[in-house]
């Protein structure tokens, strides 16, 4: 395997700091810490978060993700002037995140006002092999003089929420004058979370404690000789009332116990074992590309990284957010982009995670049900934004408009109810990669059977059709309409794969087969026209259209919601992000190649691409319409949405999704590595600026490699049984492993073209 590319940040800039401090986030899935500077900067929203960790400060305030306290700042003086960047001058600058290991290292040189220069190395990490450990270490080397040196460090309980205070202080102690620990619980007493904190320190450094407004704090001074390093390790132990071996009666005494055994390690040895971990998983899960642009490589390896950090591995009841755990976008909640965006790359890679994903669904199954029982229907309604209960925990108003000084209600939880069905579409993938009979006989069949029920409940009877109205569909500048193709769509494929499986299992439900035949035979798909044009819902096509060009250069920025009302929007040919053009890719096998191209031609003039989930789906389609230098186009622009050059462009966090989304692109796109109607298929279409793709995947148990150049596709298999594998329109049985050339192969676009086909 190539050697794994860095995130450079070359120079220190005040205005970047938000953007590098999400970029280079730590994470192992169960902790992600921003890549904040030791030192403090009014501008820098510093943050440390546990999956699932969520609590609601007040009624008027929605559930989020809580910044824990602070084991990070650290105030250091040296020879008496305080050290930030904001002042003096920097001598040299570099810092990077190693994708390797997760090691996020800084280096610089500093000249002081006192125009003394100052070498400064800092080092941290999340262990990948330990979740609950943070180590981090500073070296302080002066290069002109003997120098005092002065570091405060500790817990600190003053971090909030953008101002929401979630934590009461329980305790803080100190024991044997060495180890810090603080016990915090939520304002409800719902949780708790203990931290534990060790500093290693020069012999002849000098140490004192204090516990003052919710600081617990460790005084560090020492005298350090010119071209010697004043060093100090600093080694923390998170824990919460979450944890499966959590004991409220002994957790500190068991936290100190375990930072004890970690103190007693190293820095070194700690980050070897960490980087183990990160060795294995990216045997399981890199994309390697040879390309004439090396930034490519660079975006994979970047998305691939906060795959990892983001997702928790350690339970069922908890699922990846919108911004992950490097922010407080969105709350820390949880929408579809898990399972359409994020999903896809676990369930070819590491199986198990996927089912674990869904099985947070499953957990919050009550929630769900509860849900669509106080709206009027059956089954089970899922929240748009979810969180750890599994009710609803969207946002009744938006932010309060400063002109009209009014909220405007939010109706994604009223009406986007396309989740229900994309769960669905999720259970339905993950089985028809893995097989899992166990998962869906326990799990996945109930999932599949209640979001069924919710559609069959949810349709209105028209004219002896059936028909859904008042919806959202992805398109969200498009709200309230009737029969948007993509919800009615992945209903219909809710209900049919519900009833196969049913079906598939034997398990007798007379009563419910029978609503299911009726709605499959009557419910409405919008049908193309001779253009080959499907409408996004009944009144998409009647409305006027709008030169975008001006927010389109814009775009990410919704600057079209400073010149329209989002009711103005709502009534022209406006989306936000593909609508149509996802159904497509979401259900290739229902749409022939013209009616891909028809849509996407039609649609993409019309979308602005406000949503950072748009460009890499539309560089899909593009890809399977033969279009490589549009579906290129598209795909860098995907990896440009956190990494361009907007200063700003993830202040708030990752966007978790764009990072699935770079991986669909590659593997699904270029490489066309698809799972439809139960069969594994190839449709390579490389870029022109691509010699090669090499991925690791698994298909139903069986460990693969795939290796494509323009000319090649090389497989290989850890079975000696054949694998079954349609390149273009050819089925291959590939034994072992096996290179098949390319030429002679026809590689049409996806899709029949059929409606309403069976899928097995």
Known sequence: MSTLTRLKEAQFNPHTLNKFATLMAAGNGYLGLRACHEEAYTEQTRGMYLAGFYHRSSSAESTELVNLPDVLHMRIELDGELFTLLSGTIVDYQRHLDFSCGELRRSLVWLAPNKKRYQIECQRFLSAAQHSLLCSRIAITPLDDDANVTISTGIDATQTNSGRQHLDETSVRVFEQRYLQGCYRTLDGSNEVVISSFCALPTNACSSFYAKNRRLTQHCSGKVAKGDAFIMVKTNWIASSLDADYHAESCSEQVLNKLVQCVERGYEQLLAESSREWDSWWQKSRVVVESEDPEDQHALDFALYHQFAMTPTHSERCSIAAKGLTGEGYKGHIFWDTEVFLLPFHMLTQPGIARQLLSYRWHNLPGAQAKAKKNGFQGALFPWESAWSGEEETPEFAAINIRTGLRQKVASALAEHHLVADIAWAVDAYYQVTRDDTFMRERGLTLLLETARFWIS??????????????????????????????????????????????????????????????????????????????????????????????????????????????????????????????????????????????????EPRTIHDSSLSKAIHGVIAARCGRLEQAYQFWQQACLIDL?????????????????????????????????????????????????????????????????????????????????????????????????????????????????????
């Not at 060009?549 to 920025?557: F, L, N, P, R, S």
Request: glycine share 6%; with cysteine; proline share 5%.
């Open 458 to 603: 949810r349709a209105v009877e028209i004219n002896g059709r059936l028909e859904l109205h008042d919806v959202i569909g992805p398109d969200e500048y498009t709200e309230h309409i009737d029969n948007n193709a993509y919800t009615n769509y992945l209903a219909w494929h809710n209900v049919e794969r519900a009833k196969h499986y049913l079906q598939q299992f034997a398990i007798h439900d007379a009563d419910f087969v029978c609503q299911a035949d009726d709605f499959l035979e009557r419910i409405w798909l919008p049908v193309a026209s001779p253009e080959n044009l499907i409408a996004q819902d009944d009144s998409f096509l009647s409305k006027p259209t709008l030169d975008l060009t001006h927010y389109k250069a814009q775009q990410g920025t919704q600057a079209i919601l400073l010149d329209y009302s989002r009711a103005e929007v709502n009534e022209m040919q406006i989306l936000k992000q593909a609508d149509v053009v996802m159904l497509t890719y979401m259900l290739p096998w229902l749409f022939s190649p013209a009616q891909l191209q028809a849509n996407l031609d039609y649609y």
């Open 644 to 760: 361009g050059d907007d200063p700003h462009s993830c202040d708030d966090g990752i966007h978790a999704a764009a990072t699935g989304a770079i991986w669909l692109g590659a593997v699904q796109g270029f490489a066309g590595l698809t799972v439809e109607q139960g069969q594994l298929r190839l449709n390579p279409r490389l870029p022109v600026a691509w010699q090669s793709i090499s991925l690791p995947f698994i298909w139903r148990g069986v460990h693969i490699h795939l290796t494509i150049t323009h000319q090649h596709v090389t497989l290989s298999t850890s079975s000696d049984e054949p694998l079954e594998i349609w390149v273009a329109d050819k089925c291959l049985s590939i034994v072992g492993g096996e290179t098949v050339s390319l030429a002679g192969f026809f590689t049409p676009a996806h899709g029949s073209g059929t409606t309403k086909g069976a899928v097995q």
